[in-house]
């Protein structure tokens, strides 16, 4: 042993001692604090018998938008950080409790039943019956709590409790949903908008002027009746409307139509559910304005076959250009059988044994940093080493350890292109000849034989294992080969032979995508013709090489004057074989 070796063995001893010594006090301490009784102050004694009022609690209104969970406020994530207990309306609230710390109480509000003033009364008393149990209550309203809501009958509720309160405005759908469809509420020469709520409500219509936009809100159950008063009212007949179901989501459907046809174009559309209708001239903007509708992905239900543990970057990318992902677990990763290959390793690794260390998935970057927080290391035991990713994403969970690698593929970012730029061994330049390869136990032999060609000595260690998770249910297994997925994504080979494995072939209409030329391979040889592949191999790239493959897809059927459908709409007899 060199004597900077030694010295790095005496830190890495003196380190763990350090820690051991640490961990014996905090134990000791601990123990010390169960076991001896606490002073409690005389004064505080002497009143621990009469009986304390537990004070009120506070709540906060918050409005989470019409659906688009992007839309919350950066002041109402803040709150949700910090609530004891969150009042709910139904499942469509679900994604913001992703911000509630754990453990927090979470109170389903929708079983009010009634009519609109029943069930206001019931949640007002549902709030007012949780703020008195728990100190820092969150009330979740869709769209704006104070319009059209029943944020302001709750608040009041309160304040007659005694209960404090503080309202964090939303995105209301009232301009929200408009917007999402591409029509602008104002415009020049069209400058006066009415909002009208038709629940319960016998409006009179006739005071409204014929070229002012209106707004409708929950008027579908009412619509004929509304679109003749409105034509009685003055209207014309062909003043354009726009109605809009599923607002602000990836399930977001308009139908665009005039007063004296909308009710048949809403049957015609199939569309069902609360929509948010629109009445002007300025409907006639969608046609040049939309631009949620119209992304290349809208509306495609694209399966994402994954690992159990990383959802990722992959499902945001998909979702930003207007995809409903659902990811499918197909791979589970676990420690390895026999630990004592990576203990040994980690040892090794510490007394000096390697001049490199090679990353090929952020997998191995996990597996052994879990390993080091085992052993009490940190990034220092990597002092003097070479260390090498095989690509982007792999950089960065080295990053993250504060740690720049030192060789980054130039061109293609796998095995193959590691080898390409790695540098041969050198026995002047070089003190040791041997490589750490901390990888999967599926793993090709590329990188391997590759840096043995080169003179390296490479210790193959099997740092995790990656295992075939369990079928998923019935109805997405039937899906995938029915064809109701518009696209599957792979990510990785292992994820298409799993995915085959445990769900079978996806149809022939649906569009694949791969994240490189070794997924496409593996793809290939499975019977599947793939029609997109990353530039390069990243979550992100596959979501654009996909989104471009959509748009492309989009423009060829607006030129060729046929209407615009999803791959699952659309199918074929059988997939080219490539």
């Known amino acids: 042993m060199t004597p900077a070796q030694s010295t790095t063995a005496k830190k890495t001893s003196r380190t763990r001692t350090r820690a051991k010594a640490d961990v014996s006090s905090a134990k000791t301490a601990a123990t010390a604090a169960s076991t001896t009784p606490q002073k409690v102050p005389a004064k505080a004694a002497a009143t621990s018998t009469v009986k304390q009022t537990r004070p009120l609690g506070h709540v906060t209104f918050v409005g989470v938008g019409p659906g688009d969970p992007s839309l919350l406020t950066l002041a109402g994530r803040d709150v949700l950080a910090n609530a004891d207990a969150v009042v709910v309306e139904g499942p469509e609230h679900d994604a913001f409790l992703a911000y509630c710390r754990p453990g927090v109480e979470v109170i389903d509000g929708s079983g009010a039943e009634g009519s609109r003033a029943l069930k206001v009364a019931a949640r007002a008393r549902l709030v007012v019956k949780t703020a008195k149990s728990a100190a820092n209550v969150v009330r979740l309203l869709t769209g704006d709590p104070f319009t059209f809501s029943s944020g302001a009958e709750e608040a009041a509720a309160c304040r007659k409790a005694g209960i404090s309160f503080n309202v964090i405005p939303g995105v209301s759908e009232v301009s929200a949903v408009p917007t999402y469809a591409g029509i602008p509420l104002t415009m020049k020469g069209d400058r006066e908008v009415t909002v009208l709520d038709l629940a319960e409500a016998k409006l009179d219509l006739t005071r409204l002027h014929p070229k002012q936009t209106l707004v409708l809100l929950n008027a579908t159950d009412v619509l004929k009746e509304t679109v ?48 948010v209708i629109v009445v002007g001239a300025v409907v006639e903007q969608r046609e040049a304005l939309s631009w949620f509708e119209t992304k290349p992905l809208f509306g495609w239900r694209i399966l994402v076959p994954r690992t159990k543990d990383q959802a990722g970057p992959l499902m945001d990318r998909l979702r930003r250009y207007g995809a409903m992902p659902e990811e499918v677990p197909t791979i589970s990763v676990e420690p390895p059988r026999n630990p004592q290959q990576m203990d040994k390793a980690i040892r090794g690794l510490v007394e000096g044994r390697y001049e490199w260390v090679a990353f090929t998935s952020v997998n191995a970057v996990k597996a052994v940093r879990e390993k080091f927080d085992e052993y009490g290391l940190d990034a220092r035991a990597f002092s003097g080493l070479k260390i090498a990713a095989v690509g982007d994403k ?8 504060g740690i720049r690698p030192d060789l980054v593929p130039s061109g293609e970012q796998s095995a193959a292109g590691l080898v390409e730029d790695w540098p041969p061994f050198d026995e002047v330049l070089d003190p040791i000849n041997r490589v750490f390869l901390p990888r999967a136990d599926i793993a090709t032999e590329t990188l391997v034989a590759g840096l043995t060609d080169l003179g390296w000595e490479v210790d193959d260690v099997t740092a995790y294992r990656t295992v075939r998770a369990a079928p998923p249910p019935a109805p997405t297994r039937e899906a995938i080969k029915s064809g109701k997925f518009d696209a599957v994504v792979f990510t990785s ?3 298409v032979r799993n ?44 979501a654009d090489a996909l989104a471009r493959f959509g748009a492309d897809r989009r423009d060829t059927m607006i030129e060729a004057g046929e209407p615009v459908t999803r791959p699952s709409e659309r199918r074929s007899g059988s997939r080219r074989k490539s």
């Open 228 to 275: 003749a008063a409105l034509i009685e009212a003055g209207f014309d007949a062909t003043t354009p409307v726009a109605a809009t179901v599923g607002g602000t989501t990836t399930s977001q459907i308009s139908a665009v139509g005039t007063l004296e046809t909308i009710v048949a174009d809403l049957r015609a559309a199939k569309m069902t559910g609360e929509a």
């Open 394 to 401: 792999t950089s960065e969970a080295i990053g993250a350890w």
């Open 493 to 495: 080979s292992s994820t």
């Open 499 to 542: 995915l085959v494995g445990i769900a079978g072939k996806p149809h022939a209409s649906t569009v694949i995508a791969v994240i490189g030329p070794a997924t496409l391979k593996t793809a290939e040889e499975h019977g599947l013709r793939v029609d997109a592949m990353a530039d390069s191999p990243s979550a992100e790239e596959l």
